[in-house]
């Protein structure tokens, strides 16, 4: 179903150092960059009932998740160009709303996309991949899949995170720059599998971290770790 990653695209080049996101719009001006796409986590919401066959579908933002999600929009308000795309959770919708309310964007061009969503384009077996979630939290069964050699029900690392990164910047999402809101699994994926950041229950990705793609006028991309306020991103943000 999924775009794989054929041997004519080339991988993105790592950048080690972390962004935040008021720096972008001048990175961009100033390194040439033409695009910029943000694979972001969804703002806070309450914990997770690991018997929940729907993983959450229907779980809201906490107060702060809201709060924290305007001031990030904010953060984001001078990237031009700018549209908003989300999984089909609720929280991941009621982010990119917040998000886009925020840099004045019309809220109803929200483009939901599922292989964004909780079984998206990493999942080769949904129900073995929710069996894990009714014994470990999400970070946990991350960790196996990410660092333990594999997790059965998903695409080995390196090539899921590979066909994501694949999907993501071929995708249409109708304005040069995007704002993808998806989940932890699918960021911690992305830095780990492609070699961005090492991801572990330790330094598990924080709401509304990301993994930023950069894509200069020579075609080629620069990937990165992208944060709201990279000086307390640890407290401030985590989980």
């Known amino acids: 179903m999924y775009l794989d990653f054929p041997d004519d695209v080339r991988e993105p080049q790592i950048s080690d150092e972390v962004f935040e996101y008021e720096e972008l719009p001048s990175l961009m001006e100033n390194s ?3 695009r910029c796409i943000l694979a972001m986590r969804h703002a806070q919401r309450p914990p997770l009932n690991p018997t929940d066959a729907t993983s959450g579908h229907s779980l ?18 001078s990237l031009p160009d700018l549209s908003f795309a ?8 009621l982010t990119a709303q917040i998000l886009a309310r925020a840099v004045g964007e019309d809220v109803t061009r929200i483009q939901i996309t599922e292989e964004a969503g909780m079984y998206g384009v990493y999942t080769l077996d949904a ?4 069996k894990h979630y009714f014994t470990h939290s999400s970070s946990e069964v991350a960790d196996m899949w990410l660092n333990g050699g594999g997790c059965c ?26 704002v993808l809101v998806t989940h932890d699994v699918f960021i911690a994926a992305a830095l780990n599998g492609l070699g961005i950041r090492h991801i572990t229950p330790d330094n598990w990705v924080g709401f509304l971290h990301s993994a930023v793609f950069l894509q200069d006028r020579q075609g080629l991309w620069t990937a990165a770790y992208c944060v709201p306020d990279k000086t307390d991103f640890h407290s401030t943000y985590y989980q």
């Not at 906490?62 to 929009?73: I, N, S």
């Not at 998903?154 to 720059?177: E, M, Q, V």
């Open 127 to 130: 129900e073995r991949v929710h």
């Open 153 to 178: 029900g998903y695409t080995p690392i390196g090539k899921g995170s590979r066909i994501f990164f694949r999907w993501l910047t071929a995708h249409d999402f109708g304005t040069r720059n995007a």
């Open 60 to 77: 809201p933002l906490t107060e702060q998740g809201e709060k924290d999600a305007e001031l990030c929009g904010k953060k984001l308000a």
């Open 32 to 34: 040439g960059y033409t």
């Open 86 to 93: 989300a999984s089909p959770m609720r929280r991941t919708i």
